[in-house]
């Protein structure tokens, strides 16, 4: 799951994937903006077939919450 979601992340926002890490913060590493975050969980939301509620979108502040949620839900 890490693999794709660090792939998903590089091809929606263009950051090479050696850049993002588990640890990287969506917002402040990544200089993510609400667009670009609502852009990511379409393209998550696709990949794994299931909505992504709004509630739980704004939990996610690093990379590895992305991959930590998906694990537990997709």
């Not at 794709?4 to 850049?19: F, H, L």
């Not at 200089?31 to 992504?52: H, N, R, Y």
Request: avoid cysteine; charge should be negative.
């Amino acid at each position: 799951m890490k693999d794709k979601v660090i792939t998903i992340i590089s091809s929606t926002t263009g950051i090479a994937k050696e850049n993002i890490t588990e640890n990287a913060n969506l917002l402040t590493d990544l200089e993510l903006e609400s667009l670009d975050v609502v852009t990511l969980v379409a393209e998550l939301e696709k990949e794994v077939g299931k909505e992504i509620p709004d509630k739980d979108i704004k939990e996610f502040q690093t990379v590895g919450d992305v991959i930590k949620y998906l694990e537990d839900n997709a």
